[in-house]
């Protein structure tokens, strides 16, 4: 189950840490619930947290963590305010966080084009002032955020392990999409990138040959027209969603239904992609988009 870093803090700006507890705190009644009928591994996004810590490292005057340990810490945080709003509500077996790396590929083509987006949105005006200089920024809604290379992520290292864990616990992991890796020789060499989480969840899934994948955004279906809201897809086959792939926006829903389709063809039952308030009737496959072979 993968959740949306958008849907647990918006990249306002005005958001507090408070403010990610109370809104994972609904969905976590929810899911300790959920334990006493699946084996559940959560996946969760960073894309909004690890842009702010990179913000404040530069600003700190001391010297900066690299990128891959900005990836690091959110896991931590992230994990933590999961792990205990969840082990709070009192699931029937509890969860634990596996800090997870994954290892991704030097000459994927994304660490010449960066494309992930993360941390605030600033005006073109912030821009402007200070040294902002450093970094490379993208255009969204006439706004500019920071954007950074996303390989996709090819082996996950602590497999085994989450794997063991399952068998007595329920785990969170590969969150942010993991800490990017490069393998050199017997070296694990962190690499400067953020990896989009949706990928990383069909990785694991499909890794545990998990039977069902949700991917929870702050989207309550897949909408062929999003921009009109029009054309809800509550059901549909691998082949029929593949061939409107096109359509799906880079970055944010495509990369879902990517994953989707990637998860059904690898093995898997069902694919679900919908909102994060509506778990309870995405279980029941009564919300949210329906991917299955
Ligand atoms: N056709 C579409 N159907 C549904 N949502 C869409 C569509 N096209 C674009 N979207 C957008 O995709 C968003 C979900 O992707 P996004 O990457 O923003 O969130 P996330 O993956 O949940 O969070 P994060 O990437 O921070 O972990 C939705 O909130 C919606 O605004
Ligand atoms: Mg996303």
């Known amino acids: 189950m993968g959740l949306g870093g958008n849907a647990l803090l918006k990249p306002s700006g005005n ?12 969905i976590a009644k ?23 810590e990179l913000i404040k490292n530069k600003n700190s005057g001391l010297e900066m963590l690299p990128l891959y340990l900005l990836n690091a810490e959110t896991q931590g945080s992230i ?4 792990e205990t709003a969840i082990n709070s509500s009192r699931p029937s077996k509890p969860f634990c966080t596996v800090v997870t790396h994954v290892v991704v590929d030097k000459s994927d083509d994304a660490f010449s084009v960066p494309t992930k987006p ?12 200070g ?3 450093q970094f490379s920024y993208i255009k969204e809604n006439g706004m500019f955020r920071i954007v950074v290379p996303s390989p996709k992520p090819i082996k996950i290292l602590e497999i085994e392990q989450i794997k063991h864990m399952l068998k007595r616990f329920n785990v969170i992991c590969g969150g942010g999409g993991g800490i990017p890796v490069f393998i050199e020789g017997n070296s694990i060499i962190g690499a400067n990138a ?4 949706d990928y990383t969840t069909q990785l694991i899934a499909t890794t545990i040959k998990a039977r069902r994948m949700i991917l929870l955004t702050n989207a309550d279906y897949v909408y062929k027209d999003f921009a009109g809201r029009k054309g809800k897809i509550k059901k549909v086959s691998v082949q029929e969603i593949n061939s409107m792939i096109g359509n799906f926006e880079e970055g944010t829903i495509r990369p879902k239904i990517d994953a989707c389709i990637r998860f059904i063809k690898n093995g898997g039952e069902i694919a679900q992609i919908g909102s994060i308030n509506m778990l309870d009737k995405i279980i029941k496959k009564e919300s949210g988009t329906l991917i299955t072979r």
């Open 30 to 52: 929810t899911i300790a619930r959920l334990s006493s009928r699946f084996n559940i591994v959560i996946t969760h996004g960073n894309g909004t947290q690890v842009g702010d």
């Open 118 to 129: 993360i941390g605030p949105f600033y005006t073109k005006r912030e821009l402007g002032k």
């Open 194 to 197: 953020v990896v989009d989480k």
């Open 131 to 133: 040294s902002k200089g």
């Open 79 to 82: 994990g933590s305010i999961i």
């Open 15 to 26: 958001q507090s840490v408070s403010g990610e507890i109370s809104s994972i705190k609904n």
